[in-house]
């Protein structure tokens, strides 16, 4: 029989083995030195494109050919800001506004929608839902652009092409979203509490706008992020649906200028820059409720 051994701290156990230690659960230092590079470099990664849109956005054509493209050179921050609004015509922060439009409509009414879809089938039972599932997971293998021209010519008919409704009503739909959501529903809404709110005289409306709702808030949010950034980075949709000027988003007109015969690039640079801290400030705003809502999805119910 092993002899009852004591660790540093004064407690007391038992080795599996006569005269073994207890092994430490810990990482050893070697596997948590190669995890600290692995991160250093997958950060070095993902925040490089940024860094490198950040150097451009101050150069000149010149500059960016003769110069080191990595390092900072002659600042022209200014020249590349007023290229972009001469050519933009002063249409660029409406281009960036459009976009905060289309991103945000269509993100809150998604995730309506995704959250509603998904609690429905979660928690209900109707005749078909099998198949209503089925054909939303289908949506899920059929790529976007190829719904585009379909689209266009549904819209076209009924008249609504070169408005903004032509950009937000196609953003509103996400069978990603309404996965997530019927994920979220099935393991964050308890069965018994939607049946005691039925049994208190609760009707289905009243359930889910007080009381499902703000259960699935971390989902909401993390719903809300996909559609938002696929809405803002959408390009196709915007090149067929719209032509106006004053309706574009931020991604089509900085194409405009890139087609420019021999276009000041710094500028360009300069307006991805700007167009992309939009979505900087939104991830850093909810980046607690979306990691929140990525974790309530990580268990099924």
Do not use: H
Not at 22 to 44: E, N, Y
Not at 160 to 176: G, K, L, R
Not at 214 to 229: D, K, S
């Amino acid at each position: 029989m092993s002899k009852i051994a004591t660790l540093p701290d004064g407690r007391q156990y038992r080795p599996s083995f006569e005269g073994v230690p207890i092994r430490s659960v810990q990482p050893s230092k070697m596997a948590r030195t190669i995890t600290t590079i692995l991160l250093i470099v997958a950060l070095i990664y993902f925040l490089f494109p940024v860094y490198w849109v950040i150097v451009a956005s101050t150069k000149t054509n010149a500059q960016l050919t003769a110069t080191n493209g990595f390092l900072f050179d002659e600042i022209n921050l200014a020249g590349n800001y007023q290229g972009l609004m001469s050519w933009s015509k002063g249409y660029f922060w409406q281009w960036v506004g459009n976009s905060l439009i289309y991103s945000i409509v269509a993100g809150v009414v998604g995730t309506l929608i995704s959250v509603s879809a998904g609690y429905a089938m979660a928690k209900f039972e109707f005749p078909g839902r099998g198949a209503a599932l089925g054909v939303i997971m289908s949506g899920l293998l059929m790529p976007v652009a190829l719904l585009t021209i379909p689209m266009y010519v549904v819209f076209n008919e009924i008249g609504i092409t070169d408005t903004m409704w032509a950009i937000i009503i196609p953003s509103c739909v996400s069978p990603f979203g309404v996965f997530l959501g019927r994920v979220y529903a099935q393991s964050s809404v308890p069965t018994e509490l939607l049946e005691a709110a039925r049994i208190d005289g609760a009707g289905e409306a009243r359930i889910f706008f007080t009381m499902v709702l703000r259960l699935l808030a971390p989902a909401m949010v993390t719903i809300f992020l996909f559609i938002f950034v696929a809405t803002w980075n959408n390009f196709l949709l915007p090149l067929m649906m719209v032509s106006s000027e004053s309706i574009k988003p931020v991604t089509l007109g900085l194409y405009g200028m890139m087609t420019y015969f021999s276009p000041a690039k710094g500028a360009v640079m300069l307006g991805a820059l700007l167009g992309v801290i939009p979505l900087i400030f939104l991830f850093l705003g909810l980046q607690k409720y979306w990691r929140s809502g990525l974790a309530a999805g990580s268990v099924k119910g």
